[in-house]
């Protein structure tokens, strides 16, 4: 069965070759390029991970995952915060994150962050 999994950045591109990337390893994919009804959204795909970047288009990703992991019917979804900003890597898994992710990335890392977090 397909993991699904739900990735939140507001970098089209990004967005883009992810999904690609993703579909090719047997994820089922959702995107969302902003945050809004994040909480809701969640609800209806159900996601096996979420990947969120740490700054969104009028949001704070830190923000969004304590919100996130404060809502006990899907705080137990493992959340991947990914940021370019190595150094926020602490208030990350602070916020709640399962894992945080340096951009750029290499794809195996991320893959192998993944598998370790939702093993088939």
């Not at 690609?20 to 009804?37: F, R």
């Amino acid at each position: 069965m397909e993991k699904q999994l739900l990735i939140i950045d507001d970098n089209a591109d990004l967005l883009m070759m992810l999904t690609a990337l993703l579909k090719t390893k047997g994820y089922a994919i959702t995107v969302s390029e902003n945050a809004d009804n994040i909480i809701q959204l969640i609800k209806e795909v159900k996601p096996d991970i979420i990947l969120m970047d740490m700054l969104l288009s009028g949001a704070d990703g830190r923000e969004l995952c304590k919100l996130i992991k404060g809502d006990v019917s899907i705080a137990s979804v493992p959340l991947v915060m990914l940021s370019a900003y190595p150094q926020a890597v602490t208030e990350c898994m602070a916020a709640g994150a399962d894992a945080f992710i340096e951009k750029p990335f290499d794809m195996k890392v991320l893959l192998d962050t993944l598998s370790s977090l939702h093993p088939s």
